[in-house]
Antibody
Framework: EVQLVESGGGLVKPGESLRLSCAASGFTFSNAWMSWVRQAPGKGLEWVGRIKRKDEGGTTIYGAPVKGRFTISRDDSKNTTFLQMNSLKTEDTAVYYC???????????WGQGTLVTVSS | QSVLTQPPSASGTPGQRVTISCSGSSSNIGRNDVYWYQQLPGMAPKLLIYRNNQRPSGVPDRFSGSKSGTSASLAISGLRSDDEADYYCTTWDASLSGHVFGPGTKVTVL
């Protein structure tokens, strides 16, 4: 069974940093593209970014609102992907989901999400 | 403001058929596959339809998708109370070089 478990969310002040983790199991992690999608309270889904497989260069791509501030990385030895968030803004407040792209879509499977609140 | 347009809400009585539209442009739906996700209250999204009209295993055939030009649609037939959820369309946008989601449609079973 595919499982994705996010962690690392919490309350931070504007301008601060936070690192989210997503631990994967139940599939060959190194073969998957890993993505992050967020959802502000009461709002819709917003794509954050994605990292390709290591054998495809592990390249990353980001949505405009987070480009230059957020960084996605992966550690295939730990079956984990990370989202480093710097210079956080109040508008970054959201539930952050990680998603695994295992060949059908970029978002075949989703974690349960972790809440990030940016407030002074 | 999303580049994809969905109606904010749709409703029907049990057993009815409900259709949700997703309208885009030549830079997104017009050139890429459309995917649909169901988000039950308090839950993570779940893949419902991929590549415009394909259902993952386990998704009932009451759910169907279609695409024509720069628009796509999701149909739910034989509406059930547990279909009450938010439904999102998504695709790749070539101009933005990224995934875009529709604003979501809340389906209510009357």
């Amino acid at each position: 069974e595919v499982q994705l478990v996010e962690s690392g969310g919490g309350l931070v002040k504007p301008g601060e940093s936070l690192r989210l983790s997503c631990a994967a199991s139940g599939f060959t992690f190194s073969n998957a593209w890993m993505s992050w999608v967020r959802q502000a309270p009461g709002k819709g889904l917003e794509w954050v970014g994605r990292i390709k497989r290591k054998d495809e260069g592990g390249t990353t791509i980001y949505g405009a609102p987070v480009k230059g501030r957020f960084t996605i990385s992966r550690d295939d030895s730990k079956n984990t992907t990370f989202l480093q968030m710097n210079s956080l803004k109040t508008e970054d407040t959201a539930v952050y989901y990680c998603a695994a792209g295992r060949g059908v879509t970029d978002f075949d499977d989703w974690g349960q999400g972790t809440l990030v609140t940016v407030s002074s | 403001q999303s580049v994809l347009t969905q109606p904010p809400s749709a409703s029907g009585t049990p057993g009815q058929r409900v259709t949700i539209s997703c309208s885009g442009s030549s830079s997104n739906i017009g050139r890429n596959d459309v995917y649909w996700y169901q988000q039950l209250p308090g839950m993570a999204p779940k893949l419902l339809i991929y590549r415009n009209n394909q259902r993952p295993s386990g998704v009932p055939d009451r759910f169907s998708g279609s695409k024509s030009g720069t628009s796509a649609s999701l149909a739910i037939s034989g509406l059930r109370s547990d279909d009450e959820a938010d439904y999102y369309c998504t695709t790749w946008d070539a101009s933005l070089s990224g995934h875009v989601f529709g604003p979501g449609t809340k389906v209510t079973v009357l």
